[in-house]
Structure formats: C-alpha cells, structure tokens
T-cell receptor, first 111, second 114 residues
Framework: GQNIDQPTEMTATEGAIVQINCTYQ??????LFWYQQHAGEAPTFLSY????GLEEKGRFSSFLSRSKGYSYLLLKELQMKDSASYLC????????????FGTGTQLKVEL | KAGVTQTPRYLIKTRGQQVTLSCSPI?????VSWYQQTPGQGLQFLFE???????NKGNFPGRFSGRQFSNSRSEMNVSTLELGDSALYLC?????????????FGPGTRLTVT
C-alpha cells in the first residue's frame, strides 16, 4: 500500500513553534507536498520537497528524508489564523499528477 | 489570473439520481485531477485528465466517470447516487508538465445525497 501517516490533532500556543510529522512508504516516491486547509475551504499549497533537506518559506519550513520515508512541516511564530488542517501528500512514480493524501493533522492554536 | 472554478458549489440529490460536476482549470493548465473528500477517508483521488485523455484512475466504482474538453474544462459524473457519495468534490489543475510542483485546488462542490 501507499499509506501516508500523520497525527490526527495537535494543539499549540500562539507565538510558539510546532512540528507536524508525516511518514510514508518509500517505494516509488516522487515528491511530497504540504497543503493547508481551513474549514470549508479548498486546500492551498504550502511546500514541495523531492530532495533531502529543508525548504524554508517564511514562517513555514518543510523537511524531507527520503531514506527514512519521513517529512515534517515546521510552523514558527504561530498565529491564530494558522489553526487549520495540514495535509501531507505524496506523488509516486507512474501516477502522473495523482497525489496520495494523509488524513490531515488538525492544528489548533490557542492564546 | 483567475483560479480554478467549480460549479455548482452546493448540490442536493436523492439516491438513485445522477449528477454532473464541472471544473474550469487555471488558464493554460492542461491537467485536471478530481478528488473526493469525506471526514472519514480524507482526500481520495478519483481520476486525472490531461489533453482530453484519462491519465490515471483511482479505486472508485464505474459509477464515477469523467471527461475533459478541448479547452481543458472537465466534468465528472456520478450515476446511481448512494448515500455514501455525500462528500466535497475537489478538482485541481496543474500545467501538466512532466514534473509539476503544485496543484491548485478549486473551492469544491459540496454534494449531499438524501
């Protein structure tokens, strides 16, 4: 199978840092995406990793280790508006644009 | 540049009926993918169309079908609706190049089957 695993829920404090982990099966890996989805809205693209290492984009960073089948999304200086579901998605070879999604991590940012 | 548009935004149907949903990708994008999102299963891939051809298909029954027109607009059809088909249906467009980096999602069509 091509299971994508991520925690169901996380809670963090405004201004803090939170790390959301994602693990996947390594066979056929061809890129990993992170999306943010607010309730009732469409997913919006956050980051893309295909090589090992850290990709930084403002307050958000994403890390990938292909050998371990592991990625994380790091959110710094948390704001209330960051409360949302964060979706990890993997593209596998031979699948064209097909993305296999995890069930999402619901992040709640508290005061 | 206009984003991905989907129509209708909301739809209520009864069991046994059929439904057609429409998706217009970002101008210049040639790939359209469809996903079903439910609370229990998350986002699941239905199919992808590129240049009017189905390029990939997910694990859904034959009641789910789609097509793409020459202007890249896509439609998906669900026949003989079941209660379990109630979901948010999302389409995503991308340029369709060999190694696209992003897919842009539309706002979705919320389908309720009663």
């Amino acid at each position: 199978g091509q299971n994508i695993d991520q925690p169901t829920e996380m809670t963090a404090t405004e201004g803090a840092i939170v790390q959301i982990n994602c693990t996947y099966q390594t066979s056929g890996f061809n890129g990993l995406f992170w999306y943010q989805q607010h309730a009732g809205e469409a997913p919006t693209f956050l980051s893309y990793n295909v090589l090992d290492g850290l990709e930084e984009k403002g307050r958000f960073s994403s890390f990938l280790s292909r050998s371990k089948g592991y990625s994380y999304l790091l959110l710094k200086e948390l704001q209330m508006k960051d409360s949302a579901s964060y979706l990890c998605a993997v593209r596998f070879t031979g699948g064209g644009n097909k993305l296999t999604f995890g069930t999402g991590t619901q992040l709640k940012v508290e005061l | 540049k206009a984003g991905v548009t989907q129509t209708p935004r909301y739809l209520i149907k009864t069991r046994g009926q059929q439904v057609t949903l429409s998706c217009s990708p970002i101008s210049g994008h040639r790939s359209v993918s469809w996903y079903q999102q439910t609370p229990g299963q998350g986002l699941q891939f239905l199919f992808e169309y590129f240049s009017e051809t189905q390029r990939n298909k997910g694990n859904f029954p034959g009641r789910f079908s789609g097509r793409q027109f020459s202007n890249s607009r896509s439609e998906m059809n669900v026949s003989t609706l079941e209660l379990g088909d109630s979901a948010l249906y999302l389409c995503a467009s991308s340029p369709g190049q060999l190694e696209p980096h992003e897919q842009y999602f539309g706002p979705g069509t919320r389908l309720t089957v009663t």
